[in-house]
């Protein structure tokens, strides 16, 4: 079984940075979408960002363009996320998980299902004011 393990998360003030990494156990990277996903208490799970098998095309939730960066490096199996002038909207758990996915016309297409992902413990991201 697949496990997507997030790490790199940590407690920032308004403006900081952290830069999130996740690596799929027992997964080589396919054709297909590695997201970011994010959880807050009370809330739904949200996709805030992801990126495609050649490590160029790329999403972000509108809350993270501009401020939020998804890469990959395939060699190690690794997805990043480095994320700049957070916001306290930024708290919440995040998770890395695998979905389908295709390029058309440079943009990626291709919904979530959470409920057919495979979802590591996630990491803990927190931004105070």
């Known amino acids: 079984q697949v496990q997507f393990v997030a790490s790199g998360g940590g407690s920032v003030q308004t403006g900081g940075s952290l830069s999130l990494s996740c690596v799929p156990s027992g997964y080589t990277y396919s054709r297909g979408c590695v997201g970011w996903f994010r959880q807050a208490p009370g809330k739904e799970r949200e996709s805030v960002a992801g990126?495609?098998?050649?490590?160029?095309?790329?999403y972000y939730q509108d809350s993270a363009k501009g401020r939020f960066t998804v890469s990959r490096d395939n060699a190690k199996n690794t997805v990043y996320l480095q994320m700049n002038s957070l916001k306290p909207e930024d708290t919440g758990m995040y998770y890395c998980?695998?979905?389908?996915?295709?390029?058309?016309?440079?943009?990626?297409?291709?919904?979530?299902?959470?409920?057919?992902?495979?979802w590591g413990p996630g990491t803990q991201v927190t931004v105070s004011s």
């Open positions: 998980a695998a979905f389908g996915c295709s390029v058309v016309r440079g943009e990626i297409v291709g919904r979530p299902y959470y409920d057919q992902m495979s």
């Open positions: 990126i495609y098998t050649d490590g160029v095309s790329t």
